[in-house]
C-alpha cells in the first residue's frame, strides 16, 4: 500500500509533469490521488477534492462512473486493442455512426487519433491535402484567433496563440494569419456581445478578402476559448465565419475538444450557430475523461477529394492505436449515459440552479464579468498578488476544491454528475475564499 509521502517523492524523481516549472514543487507538494468516485478525488489518507475542473475540462459522468467500468470490463473480455488500417472492429464502427448523426450537418467520416492536438493536425493535413488534390496549391496557410488554443504539437501550436505556450517555440512554427478575438469581455462601452462578434467577424472578412488564396482553412474555438481564460461569445460570430469561409473558399475547422459533448449547453458548441463545420474536431469529454481518444469528422466533400486510384491522394496519417477500442468503447457508454438519462436537459437545471446559489459571488466586488455558458462559469478577480493562480489553487485544496485558475480568472467546469449539495460547498468555499484574499495566502 503506497502512502502519501512515498508516492510524492517517487513521483518527482521519476516523473517529467507536464505543464510545470518543475523546480516549483520544491516548495509545493503535488497532489497525490489514491482513488476517484463522483465528483470527488481522494488522497491515501482520506482527504478529498471536489474536482471542479473535471480533471482538465476531460471528465463527464465521475470518477470511477459505474456503468462506463462495465463497459470497459466488457470490452476488455473481448479485444483490447487491434490496428485499425487494413482491420475493422464493432466499437469503432458503432461509434462513427453515432457521432455522425449526432454531429451537425453532414460529417458522415470519422478519422481518429488519440489526443487533441493530434486531431488538430489532421484537420490541418486535411485541408491542405484537400486543396492539394484539388489543384489549388498556393492554399497553404491556416487563419486562427486571437488567444487561440489548438494544442502544442507544432502544428497545433502554429494556431495556438497562448503566449506562455508558443513564444519559446516560434522559430519552429509555420507562418498563419491571425485575426481578432470576438471575446466579449473585449466590448466596448454600451456594446453588445452581438455587436462585438460582428465586429470581430468584420476583421475576418477583411482578412479573408486580402488573403483567401493561400488560405486553406480558418480555425476557430466555437463559443468559448477555453486557455484563453474561458472567453465567451455570441454565436453570431461563428454564423458570419461560415458564410465567410463558404464565400472565399476557405474551411471551417471546429476545435470542440473542449466545448463538444455538452459543456456549452448543447451536444455540440455549433448547434447554437446552426452551422456546420468542414472539420469537427472531438476530444477530451469524447471519452468521459477515461481514455485518451480524438476524432476529425468530415464531410463527403472533403473525403471525395481523396478517394482516387493513386494511392498518395489519399490521407496516408498514420498512428499506432488509431481508433483502439477500449477508448471507443468508453465513448460509446458515454453517450448511452447521454441518451438514458436526458443529460443536456438536466444540465440545464443544474447550471440555473448554480447560477441562482452563485448571486453573492458573482456581485462580489472583487468579482469581476462574472460569466456563464452551459457547463462553464469563469470570473476574473481583481489581486494585486503576481502569483495569484498558484496561491488560489493551494488556497482551494485546503478547502477541498480543485480549481486551477488561468490567470486571474478563476472557472468552474465540473462533471454533469454534480449535485446540488456538490454545487453549493463549490459556491459557498469559493466565495469563502475570494472574501479571505486580503490575508495572507498560506504558502
Ligand atoms: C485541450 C485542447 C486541445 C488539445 O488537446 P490535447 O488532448 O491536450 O492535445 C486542443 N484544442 C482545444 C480547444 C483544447 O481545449
Request: proline letters at 5%; aromatic letters at 10%.
Amino acid at each position: 500500500m503506497a502512502t502519501n509521502q512515498e508516492l510524492l517523492r517517487e513521483s518527482l524523481e521519476a516523473v517529467w509533469h507536464p505543464c510545470t516549472q518543475m523546480k516549483l514543487h520544491e516548495r509545493l507538494p503535488l497532489v497525490p490521488v489514491a482513488r476517484g468516485e463522483g465528483v470527488w478525488l481522494y488522497d491515501f489518507e482520506g482527504r478529498r477534492y471536489l474536482d471542479a475542473i473535471s480533471s482538465w475540462w476531460v471528465n463527464l459522468f465521475g470518477h470511477a462512473n459505474p456503468r462506463i467500468n462495465a463497459a470497459l470490463a466488457d470490452q476488455l473480455g473481448k479485444l483490447e486493442h487491434v490496428m485499425l488500417a487494413g482491420f475493422t472492429h464493432e466499437p469503432v464502427v458503432e461509434l462513427s455512426r453515432r457521432l455522425a448523426q449526432l454531429a451537425p450537418g453532414n460529417l458522415g467520416h470519422c478519422f481518429y487519433a488519440s489526443d487533441g492536438a493530434s486531431a488538430v493536425e489532421i484537420a490541418l493535413k486535411m485541408s491542405f491535402h484537400y486543396w492539394r488534390n484539388r489543384g489549388e496549391s498556393r492554399k497553404t496557410r491556416f487563419l486562427s484567433l486571437e488567444n487561440g488554443y489548438h494544442g502544442e504539437t507544432l502544428g497545433a501550436l502554429s494556431v495556438t496563440d497562448i503566449a506562455l505556450f508558443r513564444d519559446t517555440y516560434s522559430p519552429l512554427l509555420m507562418q498563419g494569419a491571425r485575426v481578432p478575438t470576438p471575446d466579449w469581455r473585449r466590448a466596448a462601452p454600451g456594446e453588445s456581445a452581438e455587436a462585438c462578434a460582428l465586429r470581430a467577424a468584420q476583421a475576418l472578412e477583411q482578412a479573408l478578402e486580402r488573403n483567401h488564396e493561400q488560405i486553406a482553412a480558418l480555425i476557430v474555438e466555437p463559443l468559448v476559448q477555453g486557455a484563453a481564460g474561458m472567453a465567451m461569445y455570441h454565436p453570431a460570430y461563428l454564423k458570419k465565419a461560415r458564410e465567410l469561409c463558404d464565400r472565399y473558399s476557405v474551411h471551417l475547422i471546429a476545435d470542440e475538444i473542449a466545448v463538444g459533448f455538452g459543456r456549452t449547453g448543447t451536444l455540440f458548441a455549433c448547434e447554437q450557430a446552426e452551422i456546420a463545420p468542414d472539420f469537427l474536431c472531438l476530444s477530451k469529454g469524447l471519452t468521459a475523461g477515461y481514455l485518451p481518444l480524438s476524432v476529425v469528422l468530415t464531410t463527403d466533400e472533403v473525403y471525395g477529394a481523396f478517394y482516387d486510384d493513386q494511392v498518395t491522394r489519399g490521407f496516408l496519417h498514420s498512428h499506432s492505436y488509431t481508433g483502439n477500442p477500449l477508448a471507443c468503447r468508453a465513448a460509446l457508454a458515454s453517450l448511452d449515459i447521454f441518451e438514458q438519462d436526458g443529460v443536456i436537459t438536466a444540465n440545464r437545471h443544474n447550471a440555473a440552479y448554480l447560477n441562482r446559489r452563485a448571486a453573492q459571488l458573482a456581485a462580489h466586488p472583487r468579482v469581476k464579468q462574472f460569466r456563464n455558458t452551459g457547463m462553464i462559469w469563469a470570473f476574473e478577480v481583481e489581486t494585486t498578488d503576481p502569483a495569484f493562480s498558484r496561491n488560489f489553487f493551494r488556497a482551494a485544496l485546503e478547502r477541498e476544491l480543485l480549481l486551477r485558475p488561468l490567470g486571474n480568472t478563476v472557472y468552474f467546469m465540473p462533471p454533469y454528475v454534480i449535485t446540488e449539495p456538490g454545487i453549493d460547498l463549490l459556491v459557498e468555499r469559493t466565495l469563502g475564499l475570494v472574501d479571505r484574499l486580503d490575508d495572507p495566502l498560506r504558502r
